[in-house]
């Protein structure tokens, strides 16, 4: 079955930068949406940003222009590259896989097949 494991996560400074990864397994279908989401104690999942099949990204208006989301066909591989950290950034970042070529314009609305594990991200 499908496997996606994120890492890169950790602790850094408010202004700073980190790049989490998300390795895929197992994918046999060549078209799906992929993202990131996020979700800190006692507050509802959010959704971080998504990118889909044809490399079209969206993003939440919260980490608009400060994060970047990116994938790496050859190597199965998902990236989120955050810059000008908040400590409202601090949150467990989950990479997700769901099976439609396109990625919905609202990613709330996105319907994951697969989660990983999670990366635990801490901004001070």
């Known amino acids: 079955h499908v496997q996606l494991v994120e890492s890169g996560g950790g602790s850094v400074q408010a202004g700073g930068s980190l790049r989490l990864s998300c390795a895929a397994s197992r994918v046999t279908d060549a078209r799906f949406c992929m993202g990131w989401f996020r979700q800190a104690p006692g507050k509802e999942r959010e959704g971080v940003a998504t990118i889909d099949s044809d490399g079209s990204a969206t993003y939440a208006d919260s980490v608009k222009g400060r994060f970047t989301i990116s994938k790496d066909n050859a190597k199965n591989t998902l990236y989120l590259q955050m810059n000008s950290l908040k400590p409202e950034d601090t949150s467990m970042y989950y990479c997700?896989?769901?099976?439609?070529?396109?990625?919905?314009?609202?990613?709330?609305?996105?319907?994951?097949?697969?989660w990983g594990r999670g990366t635990q991200v801490t901004v001070s």
């Open positions: 997700a896989l769901s099976y439609v070529a396109m990625c919905p314009p609202d990613i709330a609305t996105m319907s994951p097949f697969h």
